[in-house]
């Protein structure tokens, strides 16, 4: 008995010790596992901050523009970024000045010789013009949020040492600094940290680099200017465009918007540029895509910081990106001797301070529901009746000014509960009223609105519902 114990015993213990050799090996191939993968995710970052140092050392470099001393002190030059294997990581909130530029020969003073005899005026691959694209992106790692704001190229402003004038016009006088000087001022003193310039000629090689873009262009579009060669031919619906065709819907203003209508599909393009192409598949790529666009792109970002910055709105949430424009309205006809956007100040103030943490006087109250104007655009095709149980909801909950707006023109499965002016609280508080939707913070709904419901098909299935709560 005694041996046959100790024989089991022996065999218990053999194998407990098996065992515990297994479990020794799988914890040591356990930790090899992870260590060779925590190696190859090195290799990964070091492969690509190698590239990107390649780039940065053996290519034309970014910042395109010599700024003395004093154009550089417009910007806070504090580094943005972690250092070493930490380079792709931004360490504080980031404010970055965009701007498009779409200059012709008379713009600039030593025009191309190529362009003199020409019959028409074609673009120019240079920074000297009116940028025609301007915004001001705040990359925030404290909320984890991408806010993007429009301005207007046709915003009345004053720019310092030259007056009042149309905003557009503070590169052609002073360049990236004194366009950032007249941003900051008009936006009650946000800081800019850095600036990129990009000249309509990039923009083209740039969505191409990137693949393309995916979108629903929301109508026909035709417009034939010869002067400068620019022909736009879109038909409406849903495809997939190249640079060149994208660079069409961008352009295209020739409509009862003008300038904003513009704007509401360059923040169309721009989110599905970000859906479709911002991932780490496209930061490595990044060497590539710089070196097809680098002779088109004016900044003082280093690459480094450029790939903090692509690396932050890879780890971002698609509903932290919002997209904002500056509040303000149209000037009426006889108003002034041009036609200009009228920005209001209280409305910049209270965006401000919402989305780009400034101080502001006026405290920070929820919306009274009964003086939000509520824009309803019907994107299913039914009949207008179809929506008073929609309106009959909102109403009972408080909402007093509701219209029904023209539609923007795609089909959605999902509908869009849009905060038009910023305010997502708001918009928020309609969709748990409604029970369904998809809070959205950008500028695509109806310009006269707070909140614009872009009512989708999950608006059909959610009717009889709705009427039956209404019923009780």
Do not use: C
């Amino acid at each position: 008995m005694t041996i046959q114990r100790s024989s089991a015993e022996e065999n218990q213990s053999g194998k407990a010790s098996k065992s515990n050799k297994k479990i020794s090996q799988n914890s040591k191939s356990g930790r090899w596992l992870w260590f060779w993968v925590g190696m190859s995710g090195i290799a990964m970052v070091s492969a690509t901050a190698g590239a990107l140092l390649a780039v940065s050392l053996t290519s034309t470099p970014l910042q395109q523009a010599q700024l003395s001393p004093q154009e550089e002190a417009a910007f806070d030059g504090d580094r943005i970024s972690g250092g070493v294997m930490r380079f792709s990581q931004l360490t504080r909130p980031v404010n970055l000045l965009v701007m498009g530029m779409s200059v012709l020969p008379p713009d600039i003073q030593n025009p191309p010789q190529d362009t003199k005899n020409l019959k028409y005026l074609p673009q120019v691959n240079s920074f000297d013009g009116l940028s025609d694209v301007m915004l001001l992106l705040k990359f925030d790692p404290e909320t984890k949020k991408i806010i993007m704001l429009s301005i207007p190229r046709d915003t009345r402003t004053e720019i310092e040492g030259y007056g009042v004038k149309k905003i557009n016009a503070a590169n052609v006088e002073g360049g990236p600094a004194l366009t950032a000087r007249t941003v900051s001022n008009l936006l009650g003193g946000a800081g800019i940290d850095r600036y990129v310039r990009i000249n309509v000629l990039g923009v083209a090689k740039l969505i191409d680099a990137l693949g393309g873009v995916t979108v629903y262009v929301p109508k026909d579009m035709k417009y034939q200017d010869d002067s400068q060669h620019l022909y736009i031919n879109l038909k409406a619906g849903k495809q997939h465009l190249g640079g060149e065709q994208a660079l069409q819907l961008l352009r295209f203003r020739h409509d009862e918007l003008g300038d904003i209508g513009r704007i509401q599909r360059q923040q169309m393009v721009i989110r599905a540029l970000m859906d479709q192409t911002l991932n780490p598949a496209t930061v490595a790529q990044l060497p590539k895509v710089l070196d097809v666009v680098k002779d088109h792109i004016d900044t003082n970002l280093t690459v480094e910081e450029l790939v903090a910055l692509m690396g932050f709105g890879v780890r971002t949430n698609r509903s932290n990106m919002q997209m904002l424009m500056l509040p303000g309205r149209f000037s009426e006809k006889n108003e002034f001797d041009a036609s200009y956007w009228l920005p209001n100040k209280d409305g910049i103030a209270k965006l401000m301070a919402q989305h780009f943490g400034l101080e502001s006087e006026q405290s920070q109250q929820a919306t009274d529901p009964r003086s939000l104007r509520v824009a309803i655009q019907d994107s299913t095709g039914g009949d207008r009746s179809n929506l008073q149980p929609l309106i009959r909801a909102l109403e009972k909950s408080g909402y007093r000014n509701i219209y029904i707006a023209k539609a923007w023109g795609e089909p959605l499965e999902v509908t869009h509960i849009v905060a038009q002016q910023g305010d997502g609280d708001s918009a928020e508080s309609i969709r748990d009223t409604l029970g369904f939707g998809e809070v959205r913070v950008e500028s695509t709904g109806n310009l006269g609105s707070d909140i614009s419901i872009q009512v989708g098909q999950d608006w059909l299935q959610q009717k009889s519902i709705l009427e039956k709560s209404l019923s009780k």
